[in-house]
């Protein structure tokens, strides 16, 4: 048994001060008020003056110090060892819009990380694909030339493979690419092949063809997320009666709301069958938008993700990619052509600007840090101090700065400068 003592413990409805946890395994054994007297004990740790919240759960993630998803080879590994100093003990690594054959690659590395999870590393979640089935005038720094029309009525996907759909070649589409030698068919056959490693997909519903593919995507047993979407109010319910709940970046590459035109945006806030990502950067969505949504939907429906890029953690002026395509670390992540192209952000930075910054109380913090997105998943389990909730933990000190990760009752992280 593990014992942590002394630190503050975030519960989902309050902070139990000077409290003590006992971890048998990877699960949380005991959460005590005070300190825990008798039995036996392999190792005890004391956190006066020390928060601990539940493992950081980050459903929106492209790369962190300098390594992309889309990188190949042994990169969500890599991430997924990276991810613990910054308090995250779950990820779901996502992709940009991309080629068949580069999706193919991703997806095996997802499989191959979640196979072989290091115990120093973060538990990899299913992918979340930000897909080729979005909108080109909400595309942000998504690659054009990768984005597809969902195949038309999804007959071809099983009975016929060879087949083109025909709006795609359709040279009124507004997504024509007769260069192009593969469609939204070739990526259907990738995500089925890969079907256990794909979590969610970011679609826009306004798209010919949006409704089927959401439809025939959760009676498969996807998250649909709407996004990167041009979708009026009626487009955005349309989507969410066909299974979609969730939201990519609320705010961000979407309709706004105004009081006459609610827009996706105003779909997502109003829908309490929609859980809503949020950026909490302070650059994609300025902190009274943040409380607005808060206020709207409860930390219940919120989730924090950072959409943090290989230039997460890296110092301002660092050049890196997303997706192969060339990014700056400034206040975000940048193009060339000054596109923003995600975060710099990582999760615990956005739990202590939530707190700091946004005016949340820790319990709300944890909420949508952690609690939120693991119940959209339905990680059972996950995302909460309770007796019997898996052991994935983050000590924070006073400044709401790691000082150790905790994964599934491992010590996963340790900042290097704390004494015992
Ligand atoms: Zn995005």
């Known amino acids: 048994m593990i014992l942590l003592s002394g630190a503050d413990l975030v519960l989902p409805d309050r902070v139990v001060s000077s409290g003590t946890l006992v971890l048998d395994g990877d699960r949380i054994v005991d959460v005590g008020g005070g300190a825990v ?78 196979t072989t999870r290091a115990p120093a590393g973060a538990r990899v979640l299913p992918a979340h694909l930000e897909s080729n089935f979005i909108s ?19 007959g071809p996907r099983s009975s016929d493979l060879g087949h083109r759909s025909s709006d795609i070649h359709d040279p009124s589409s507004p997504i024509h690419h007769p260069s192009s030698d593969w469609d939204g ?65 609320l705010f961000n590459r979407m309709m ?22 949020l950026v909490c950067d302070g650059v994609h969505v300025h902190a009274a938008m943040v409380r607005v949504a808060m206020a709207a939907k409860r ?50 930075r956005a739990f202590a600007r939530l707190v700091s910054g946004m005016g949340l109380s820790l319990s709300d913090a944890a909420t949508v840090c952690s609690t939120t997105p693991a119940r959209a998943l339905n990680l059972q389990g996950f995302g909460v101090i309770a007796p019997g909730a898996v052991a994935d933990l983050v000590v924070l000190d006073r400044d709401l700065r790691v000082v150790q990760t905790w994964v599934a009752g491992n010590l996963a992280w340790e900042r290097s400068d704390i004494e015992r």
Do not use: W
């Open 37 to 114: 007297a008798g039995g036996a004990r392999d190792l005890q740790f004391d956190f006066p003056q020390h928060y601990i919240v539940p493992g950081f759960i980050d459903v929106h993630v492209h790369g962190v110090e300098g390594r992309d998803t889309l990188d190949g080879g042994d990169a969500i590994a890599d991430i997924a060892g990276r991810m613990p100093a910054f308090g995250v003990t779950a990820f779901c690594p996502t992709s940009i819009a991309c080629s068949p054959s580069a999706l193919r690659e991703m997806l095996a590395a997802v499989r191959r990380a979640r």
């Open 136 to 154: 080109p005038e909400f595309k942000g720094a998504q690659p054009l030339e990768c984005l597809r029309l969902p195949p038309s009525a999804l």
């Open 185 to 249: 068919n070739d990526i259907l056959r990738e995500i089925d092949a890969a079907r256990p490693d794909v979590g969610i997909l970011t679609v826009a519903p306004e798209l010919d063809g949006a409704v089927d593919l959401i439809r025939c995507l959760v009676a498969d047993g996807h998250h649909v997320s709407l996004g990167h979407s041009g979708a009026t109010y009626e487009q955005g319910l349309e989507g969410i009666r066909a299974g979609a709940r969730q939201a990519t970046h």
């Open 256 to 277: 706004p709301a105004t009081h006459r035109a609610p827009g996706l945006t105003g779909a997502v806030l109003e829908s309490d069958d929609v859980v809503a990502e």
């Open 299 to 348: 930390p219940e429906r919120i989730m924090a993700i950072t959409d943090g890029t290989a230039g997460s953690g890296l110092p301002a002026g660092s050049r890196t990619t997303i997706g192969g395509r060339p990014i700056t670390v400034r206040d975000g992540a940048y193009l060339d052509d000054g596109t923003l192209a995600g975060s710099v952000l990582t999760l615990d």
